[in-house]
């Protein structure tokens, strides 16, 4: 941390910053220059709430040297992580395919989707059993009974599964069927959920919320961690901005950002950033080409009659030619599916 | 709802969307034009996932011609909303001014700030005792105690309490101690706390989120009014955007947007939007110009030694003359306070 | 400038930067902290492309102490600017109404609607002869023969008159027929046309880009002043969101971050940040509550007739109910109009 | 052009809207609902400012049904163009590669830089003689001098050559010079130059504006191509957002929207769209799978003393690897270079 003061702050205000900050346990070291003068403090910043500082007489501005995070950090841990899920992991050299419909709706859909997807390419299911909707007058999941249908489907195939927590009974629930819990965008910065999954110990992945930075996303993932979990993927599911073309703006350069930044595995759902079919391809290419470990794709046996988000999804046959097509992208970032 | 189909649309695509709407229980209003063909559907919408209309061969938009909300739309609810909480009201001729500091820090400070507040004008004393922060690693509030803190600087001042719950433990704690729950920016879209204060039939106040249209939010209040709590008040704190001279930007239109379609009471944060001490009175100017309901302004006896957010929190010499100059702004809106 | 180099950075990497910089004719101070290395410099910046520096190794960031704007920024004027425009003035003790139709369409309009706005309050006429529009198929305004029209309306009213140019020979002609030209969103960093309203010496008010920050603004203002014309007015009319409710997001936290940073007055277009009619007057009080210098408001003889923006135009009436309603708001910021 | 009546509109108010479209040449079509009445036009939209109906009695929304941009939809044009530049082109089955230093600082510069890029594979040489820079006081470009220095290497090398524009006046010196004219993201809307490039015959690559949506954009290309121009290629360069990990969001989204609404070639500037020199591999990668019929990069023969934009640029020997490593990528699209 470095306190850079404003031009012409007076010695009086000066002493009044080292002071604070001494008081405060932190060992200073002062700069002064002709055009300004800087504070650097020495010491252990979780003890001090800085942003204080900022409305001490003749503070100009706070600069952070370090990140928040430590756990999520690269810097401490420059191996890229691989992440159990299932009987397969999500790491460094292999392209791991999530399919599945945006709800579950019913059993037999579950075991139909599962095996399609499966020959495909696919290696864990997804599907939504509690579904945060924007109206609650939509269709809101099937609870409990979603996750059971999700086992059995993963029982029949050996595909690994996913689906989203919203609550701590849901939690619970989703922890006796699944085998990777989902924090939706929605939920990014819900904390005390975010510990709950942590508590856990099961993988998690991490959608980013819709006005996240990238800053923040990696905070959240310390939330996850710093209760003794390391299990978490990070997935880009576009950001909001003001284009309309697409429902959200797909932040491609979020994988390049985070490869530099973090050793957690990125992955990307296209449908979900678009929320148009025909994009989907083409971004799920563009994903594996800027480096990420993994798509997430909405995929639905009959997405006219799905009882959600059946216009980004694909059919089976979209999704085989999906995984047809992004063959030798994945072949390029030496990944295998 | 209505149907645009493509400019050449053949008419089996158009059947084939009759035919699937009709099975789903509507009834239709076909226009064709030498440009285009529309349909109108008639009948309960909540019954169709109509979203998957869009990947019918030959659609071209769906157009909606009413709002998803309802109970808290201003069509079917013309009359301006009174929201009773402890011994005041938030409504049309009351100017309700929440002030205190961002986290309860002890049980001294509560007392001290209320006692201030309360001599300057306000009637909810507020204060967090669950604190979502981005990093794991800042203070996160001192939970029940904190609401305890609250209780009693509420029973020596007749000040009521407002306190933001972050889950359904905290919504417990907090139905015990506190007039009125808060849900937070970052859980407007947490669907089932929104569920679970709406069970509580304690008066809400919903922020928005930080890139929530004014539409999610107004669906966000609906989750809590379905449940049968109709006590609502809707906080304006600002939105995300590229500019970083504020920590967000204050949406000050939605004030009047939000007169236009809800009777839903309307409060702004500027201490929040802003996350600057200077701009906190300009803009608490502003927002009962533009014809809010109340104000939620952060205060502290200490700013400097806040335990959080101290650079936005106004001293209580700050405050008092906030209350001042605004004085005469809410005159002109006929106002009380 | 303050450079900081990253945590563990080599000795030879914190040569590297000094020679660099001491080549360039600065002189340098060193801070070595055990956390990290902040180099700290001391000259002319305008003669170093600093950027560069982010590339050299071990370099983290670089920390700018001084803003890049000189002539337009407070700290060497603090006075507030008046701009004098015809016989009227922009500035502190003023509430300057600037008010007219979207576009000049013919002569009788001008002299009619110029009649009513002086009735109203008005001191300045505004009209567009050379329109800006998304699509080269809408109207494109009248040209010179459009500022003929304004110049008569100005003689026979004693009203100034503003108008927007967008190319140089479009300023060539205003500058023979207005007293302010006025520089739209979109070409706010159009750098080439700012240096040449630069040159008229007249007085400009410039309009914040759809998506400028609040320092990129000041900047596109310093590039007029520094052409040798002070009389720069900056015009807040709402900046890009995600929110449609709509048109643009009025930024009125602006107004007082510039009054903090800039001696320019500022006005703020309620009609182009909203787009809406209903909402023109709630705003207009409350960027006069916030320290606003003016308001700029489109006001047409028959808004459905309007030939470009009737949607957002207040109709003679409504305007008069306007400054009505504005007069107390304009009292309590001790400003006349 | 659709207009949805408000639920409950009076008949008086629906007559009201017919008759005003009916005077100004519109046929009319009319469908009444339960729920709501429809009114669609038929005629020749150009002629009427439709905007204005949002104001009259009982008019809830105004439907859009075709594009307002006609040269530039695919619709009616669905063959991918083919656009020549020097000895070169851009488009379907090509993989067009621009590269250079942001600004042209000298004749040895421009030599060095052609001679280097050529053997890399680019076929066409950017530089910037006139620069847009948001300070007055940075590096503002060498004019028509810099201008000669690129037909110089031109002609030395065989390589097109692109520059920008930003005036009448360096149009015309850049039409002596240069194979193609460039304008920036700031001029995207600057709608008299379009019309000057338009009106110059040459291949112009126009740069999205920062915060302009694609349709915005598609529009900008009607303004050339409507001058009888239809030479133009699109570039995507990143828009403007929240997110501050990267100087811009390139939204890679738009690559395969824009394939869908409009035959005019799409090229992608990951330098500026990051502004991050180790993003802009991963992020070429990324844009051809996507679709891209071409990159601009930024490339620089000393980036540290570069005079702009250095920290983006990558040396020789970095582009060198960037086209060895997009060669497969290249190839899987079918595209060679």
């Known amino acids: 941390m470095v306190i850079v003061m404003k031009p012409g702050a007076s010695d009086a205000s000066i002493k009044h910053v080292i002071d604070y900050v001494t008081e405060n346990g932190f060992q200073t070291h002062l700069s002064k220059g002709t055009e300004t003068t800087i504070i650097g403090l020495i010491g252990d910043k979780s003890k001090l709430n800085y942003d204080n500082l900022k409305i001490f007489e003749g503070v100009d501005k706070l600069v952070q040297v370090t990140e928040s995070y430590k756990l999520a950090n690269k810097k401490f841990h420059p191996k890229p992580s691989k992440i159990k899920v299932g009987n397969t992991y999500i790491g460094p050299d292999n392209l791991t395919i999530m399919a599945g419909p945006c709800a579950v709706e019913n059993e037999d859909q579950m075991m139909i989707v599962a095996e399609a997807v499966k020959k495909a390419g696919a290696t864990i299911i997804r599907g939504g059993a509690y579904k945060p909707r924007t109206s609650p007058y939509s269709f809101q999941g099937l609870g409990e009974e979603g996750l059971k249908y999700m086992k059995e489907a993963s029982e029949a195939t050996g595909l690994a599964t996913i689906s989203e927590v919203i609550s701590l009974e849901s939690v619970n629930a989703a922890a006796k069927y699944v085998d990777m819990l989902q924090i939706g965008a929605r939920n990014m910065q819900n904390f005390y959920l975010l510990k709950e ?141």
């Open 197 to 337: 999954v942590g508590r856990t110990g099961l993988p998690v992945l991490l959608k980013r919320g819709l006005s996240s930075t990238i800053d923040e996303w990696l905070n959240a993932a310390e939330y996850i961690i710093s209760e003794g979990n390391p299990n978490v993927v990070l997935c880009e599911r576009g950001i909001r901005t003001f284009e309309t073309a697409t429902r959200n703006t797909l932040d491609i350069s979020a994988v390049p950002v985070l490869k530099e930044r973090t050793h957690l595995p990125v992955v990307v759902d296209p449908s979900h950033a678009t929320g148009v079919r025909s994009y989907v391809t083409p971004l799920a290419k563009s994903a594996i080409a800027a480096g990420a470990d993994g798509l997430m794709i909405e995929v639905h046996n009959d997405p006219a009659k799905a009882l959600s988000d059946g216009a980004q999804s694909l059919t089976f046959e979209q999704f085989e030619n999906l995984t047809k097509e992004i063959r030798p992208y994945a072949e390029l970032s030496k990944r295998t599916f």
